[in-house]
């Protein structure tokens, strides 16, 4: 588990709720049940301050770091999907993004992974698609703040597929390897299985704060591959749904004893 991967899990999932900051030692502590070491640590947070995700912040307990603007808002918008609790009604249409300008490898790289996060899928190295949902606006943000960012020129549409759905789900098909991420689903299930359903019954708050960050970590990982298509456009007997139902039943029975996990660690002006 890379340290800035684990680094937004804990703030996105135990600290976005206690205010987004905590001190060094206790981000030290809360990873420390992960095999994540003290030095890998303090570079994932000084990576992230660079990149506008942390700031750092004077705490009655010592030096920390908290959100930026930024990173809240990446970090709510990943809840809602993580925890799939946004309603995300489909109005037919697509959002379409042709890059008009060049871009390097690089460039192409980093708006690939972006993009990607964002719900998009590629047509072609140069038009990306999108169905157009309730989180627009944000998305519309995000994607003029990379393009800005990359420095790659870019036009934007807004689509509807004249075939209406059957077209629309041949259009998906292109953009997204849906076979490939209905296995990735299946696998999922199967891995993480034993390590949520298998704890002892006398499992400690720390087992059962790591074994549910696990889970979360595994499970974040979705959203750079599944956009959350519409359910017009997926295939009958979705596998995506009976691994969203698995992680909510265990992420919630988990809960609890995690959260008394990262209290304890916490100062107690942030419990």
Known sequence: MQARSALFDLYGDHLRPRGGEAPVAALVRLLAPLSIAAPAVRTAISRMVRQGWLAPVRLPAGPGYALTGRGMRRLDEAAARIYRTTRRDWDGRFDLLVLTGSATRAQRSRLADTLGYLGFGALSPSTWAAPRRGTVRARNAEVAA???????????????????????????????????????????????????AG??????????????????????????????????????????????????????????????YVDSCLPTTHR
């Open 146 to 196: 990379l393009l800005d960012e990359v420095g790659v020129a870019a036009a934007r549409f807004v689509a509807r597929h004249d075939g209406d759905t059957a077209g629309a789900s041949d259009l998906v098909r292109r953009a997204w390897d849906l076979p490939a991420l209905a296995t990735a689903y299946r696998e999922f299930v199967t891995e993480y299985t034993p390590v949520v």
């Open 199 to 260: 704890l002892p019954a006398t499992v400690t708050d720390e087992q059962a704060y790591a074994a549910r960050f696990r889970l979360v970590h595994a499970w974040r990982t979705f959203l750079f591959s599944d956009p959350q298509l519409p359910a017009e456009l997926l295939p009958p007997d979705w596998p995506g749904a009976a691994a969203a139902a698995f992680f909510d039943r265990y992420a919630g029975r988990l809960r609890a004893a995690a959260d008394r």
